[in-house]
C-alpha cells in the first residue's frame, strides 16, 4: 500500500496548486497575473482595432468587390511578416474591410501584387493543403481569447476553414457553410468572404466586440503576414487578436439547419461457394438526416437519426505482432466536427513535451459504431460460416456544444447503438447469435477560465452502458465503464512565460466476474504476473477502479526553453470501452530544455533543438526505461525543412515481453533518425523519412519512407510515396507452456524466437479538382509483409536475458499481401450540399510458408472486393 501513495499524493498535490491558482486568479486579487497596461502577451504597444460597417445594400459574393462597402475608407493595411523576417513591413500590400448586416458578416480584401503574374492559383479540394496563394480571416465572437474559427480561401477559389482552441491549436475537420469568391486582375487580387452568423457562436448584445486577424501568404516569396502573429519565441496566438468593433444591433442567430440524405450500396464480395449465408452479392439503401440548431445565444445542437457514417479514405493496412491495440484515425464528420472541444489535459501550455509515455485517449469515437469486438469474434469464429455487420448500427446521437456563460464552455455528445445479431451456419444448422448488446455512449467535458485566460479549470465524464439480453455476452463484455477527471492550467508570471498544467482521472470498469477476469489478465494490464507482489487476478471481483494523473511544469517563451512532467496510471486504470490506452503500471517522469535561433541567417531561417532525461518505473519501483533523447529542426532559406532525433536507452526491466510472465532485462540500445522535406510551394516535392535502432541483444529495426509528389498544374496532384520496414527482434513472444519442471520460470515456459520481418509499402494519392466544388480523390495501397521465426529458445531466469534452446513444432512464418484503393467524386453543388460517388476495392492473400503462400501475381490471382456507393445529401434551413 505504501508503494501506491507516493504518486496519488504527488497527482493530489499537482491538482490542489491548479486548482488554489485557478481561485486566486478568479478571485478579488486576480489583477496581480494581469499584463501591465498597453502589454498585449509579451508584446508592447495598444491592441490594433479593426472597424466593421453596417451595409445597407445586399452584397453578392462574386468577388469583384464592387458593392458601395468596399469603397469606404478605413480599410486595414498593417499586416506585419510573420515569415521569414519577423515583424518585418509586408513586400505586398493588402487592404481588408469588414461589413455586416443582420444576418451574416462579410470581409472584403483587396490584395496588391507587383508581379500579378506571378500569383500561384492552385485548384485542390477543400481542406487540402497546396502550395497557392492563400487569405484567411480568423474570428473570435465570444472575445474569450482562447477559440474561434478561421476561414481561408486561396487564389484559386478553394476554401479552407476550422475550428481554434486553446490559444494555439487549430483543427481543420469541421466545415462551416459560408461563401467565398476570388478574382484575378492586373493590380494583384481580390477576395470576398460571407460568413453567416448562423456558423458562429457569440453572446448576444446591442454592441459586439470580437477578435479579429488576417493572413496573407504568398509562397514564392515563402512570406505569411498577419494583422497579429504568434513570435517563434512565444506562445499565444488568439489572445494577440486585434479587437474587432462597430458591429451593432444583432443578434445570436436561432438557426435551424437540416440535412437529409440517402444512399444506396452495391457489394460485391469474395465468398467460399459452400457458403450458404453469402453469395457474394448484397444491394441495400439507406436514408436518414442530421441535425444543427442554435439552443440559447452560445450552443449549437447536433443531432442525427440512423446516420450514414461512410468514411472517405479506407483505413490502412497493418500487421500487428506486439500486444497493443492498432490505432486509427477518426474521419466520420458528425465526430470529427467539433472534437476539439472534447480534447482533455492539454489545455493552458502551447506545447508539450513526452519521452516513454503516451497519455490515455480518453475519448476516442471510433469505440462508438464499432466493428465486432475481438472477445467475441472468438465465438463467431468457432462457426463454419458467419455473416456479421461491418460494424455497429448507430441508432442515433446527439451533440451539444459551445458556451453558457462568458467562462464557461461545454461539449456534451450522446449515442445508442443498437443491439446486433449474426447469422452462424454449422454442420449445415443455421442459427442467430447476438453479438452486441443495446449500447449508450455519453460523454460531457467543461471548462472554466479565470482572470483573462489566466488560469483554467475542466472536468470531463465519459460512461459506456450496455443492457444485455444474451446472458453469454455478460461474460464477453464489459457492463458499464465510467471515466471522471479534472484538468487545468495556471500561469505562474504575468507575461505567460511559465505554466503549470495537467491532469487526474478516475476510471471504474463493471462486469460479471469471468468478464473481469480477463480483463485483469488483458494486455493493458496483465494482472497475471508471477512475480509482481502487488497485482493479483481476483476472480470474485466485480469491478476494477484506477487513477492516473500527468503534470507538465512549461517555459513557452524566450530563446531558451524548459520543460518537465510526472505522471502515473496506476495497474488497474482502464478506459478502453469509450477512450484508447495501451498501458497501465507506469510512472514516468522527464527533465529537458532546448533554445532557438529565430534570427534569420545565410542560409538559415530557424534552428531549434532540445533534449531531456527521461525514466519510467512500474508500481513495484522496478525500472522500465532509462534513457536520453536530443532532438532538432532546421528550416532553411530554400524551403527545405530536416527534423532529426538520437537517443539512447540504459539497462532496464520489461514487464511486456513475456504478456503477463515474469520480467526480462532489457539490454542497452541506441537510436537515431530523420526526416526532410523540400518546398512544399513548388510543381514537385520530395520528402524522405529515415530511422533506425538498435540493442545489444542483437535486436535491431530500420525503417525508410520516401515520396515525391507532383503538382504539374493548378488543378492536378499525384503522390507517391514507397516505404520498407525491417525488424530483427531477438527475442519476439510466442506462447507460454505449462511446464512443472521449468521451477525458475514458475512452472511455465516462455517461448521465443527470432523474428525477421520485412514490410513494404506503397502510398498512393491522386487528386484532380474540376472546380471548387467538384473533385476525384484516390487512394491506393499496395502492401506487403513477410515474417520468419528463427532459433526458439525459452526464458531461462527472471529478470535476465538468458535463453536456452527450446524445439517449437508449428510454422509461425507467414507472407499477406493485400491492396486497398478508394475513389470518390464529390460535387458540392450548393453551399453545404453533396453528392458523392464512392468505389472501394479490396484485395489480399495470406499463406503460411510451406503450405498456402501467396504468389507475386496476387493482384490477378486473389477474388477482390468491390463496394460501390451513392450518397446524396441536401442542406437547407425551414
Partial sequence: MARLMGPARLATLCLGTLLAGAVEAGGAHSSAIRPPA?????LPGERPVVRAVRTIEPVTVDGLLGEAVWQSDGAFDALVQR??????PPSQRTEVRVAYDDAAIYVGARLFDTAPDSILARLARRDASIGADRFAVYLDP???RRGGYYFMVNAAGTLYDGELSNDVDDDKSWDGVWEAKVRRDERGWTAEMRIPYSQLRFEGGLSQVWGINFMREIPRRREKDFAAYRPKKASGFVSRFPDLVGIEGIRP?????VMPYVTTQGEYLDHEPADTLNDGSLMRGNAGADLRMGVGNGLTLNATVNPDFGQVEVDPSVVNLTDVESYFEEKRPFFTEGASVFSFGRQGAGDYWDYDWDDPLFFYSR???????????????KADFARVPVAMRILGATKVIGRIT????IGTLHALTRRETAQLADNGLLSRAEIQPLTYYGVTRAQREFAQRRAGVGFMTTLADRSFDDPSLRKRLNSSSFLGGVDGWVFLDGHETWVLSGWTAVSHVRGDPTRLVDLQRSSTHYFQRVDAAYVEVDSSASSLTGLASRYWINKQKGASQFNAA???????????????????????????SGYKWTKLRKHVRYQSVKGALFGTRDYDGNRTKLGARASGYSEFQNGVAVDYFAGAAARALNNRRTRGGPLTLDLPGVSGGFDLQTDSQRKRYYYVEVGAAGSQSGSNSFYAYAGVEFKPSGRFSLRIGPGWERMREDAQYVTSLGDPTATATYGRRYVMARLDQNTGLTSIRLNWTFSPGLSVQTYAQPYVSSARYRDFKSLVRPRSYEFTPTTYGSNLDFTSRSFKANTVLRWEYRPGSALFLVWTHKRSQYGTVGEAAPTPGFLIESPPDNIFAVKASYYFTP
Avoid: C, T
Fill in 38 to 42: 498597453g502589454v498585449v502577451g509579451d
Fill in 83 to 88: 515569415d521569414p523576417r519577423e515583424g518585418a
Fill in 142 to 144: 465570444y472575445h474569450d
Fill in 253 to 257: 442567430h436561432r438557426f435551424l439547419a
Fill in 367 to 381: 469505440r462508438i459504431g464499432r466493428e465486432l469486438q475481438p472477445e467475441v469474434e472468438k465465438m463467431v469464429d
Fill in 406 to 409: 462568458p467562462d464557461w464552455s
Fill in 566 to 592: 510526472i505522471g502515473v496510471v496506476s495497474p488497474s486504470f482502464d478506459v478502453n470501452d469509450l477512450g484508447y490506452q495501451k498501458r497501465s503500471d507506469i510512472i514516468n517522469l522527464h527533465v529537458g
